[in-house]
């Protein structure tokens, strides 16, 4: 595994980074994807007429709460992560991070059994296109919500609290996804393998509902945009880096770049990739929220246990609900 990729510290100022200034972005992005676009400007008679060029896209933007608009610019692909950082009381964290350990149930990915990172509940992506696990999912999914807010107690689980504020801003509202009319699990906790990475990937409920042995309900909108949030609880000693690339290959270009060590067929060769558009080394109470159809890892952490709570929400547009599942 490649190491070699620099850091973005996570002092940058909020200032700096809300501003989108072009040296915020040249550090967080060492080649600009607008560079290869650029046309020098033609000439039509008399008349200079300048190239539309779109706006770089800002690989992370740092603010102090959770906000309308920034939260619309995730959405919108303006921006491809926003960081809160103090998002969660890190001392409660840390004591959250012990209770779930301790309390709640983790294992291995059943569709990724070769990659040492554990979580609470059965996902939606773990059913692949068998029916037997499909009802297992729906059947374990409201008790296994409810097991990971009890492991929390009497703490407010970082999931909770991110769905309150997300309804609290999101004036069309925020509810648990619905494909096929039951309720989906919402929130997970996961926990990292001394010495194990997850490799690059995508997630993509698109690809997860095509597989599904029932099809969607005749309602069911697609997603415009799909984010990953994570609370982060408890840090490694060493390495659990947050990777993330802005490139997002359809399922055919994925395949063509799969890596074929790891069981899993969604696993992306880290040798096809350039530099990320950002690593971010996350501390306890922070939280992230990124365009999770983009390529993204972790890196392999050392010590003690990497522990944090994640959720997906999907977006369909500026006037219709958010979603929210595992």
Known sequence: MNNAHSTLPVHYSSELLLQEQPKAIAKALPSSPIAANVVMP???GSKTVKPEVPPAKIPLRTA???ALQDLRDLCEGKILALYIPGFYSAETAQQLSQQLIHHAQFERYFRAPDIGVQRTGMTFFETNGSNEMLLRYYDEALPGTQ???AACAPLLSPIDRLRLELGDIWLDG??????HGRPMLAGIG???ENGFELPPHQDILARDLRDATLAPLDNHQPLKRQLSTNVYLQPADEGGELEVWDLSPSFQEQQAIRDEEFAYEGIV???TLPEPAFVLSPQPGDLILFDSGCIHAVRASQGRARVSMSLF????GANRPLTYWN
């Open 269 to 271: 060769d880290r040798a």
């Open 313 to 316: 929400l999907g977006y369909r």
């Open 174 to 179: 925020v509810s648990i996804e619905n494909a």
């Open 147 to 149: 097991a990971l807010r």
């Open 42 to 44: 033609s000439q039509l």
């Open 190 to 192: 996961r926990v990292f």
């Open 64 to 66: 102090s709460k959770l």
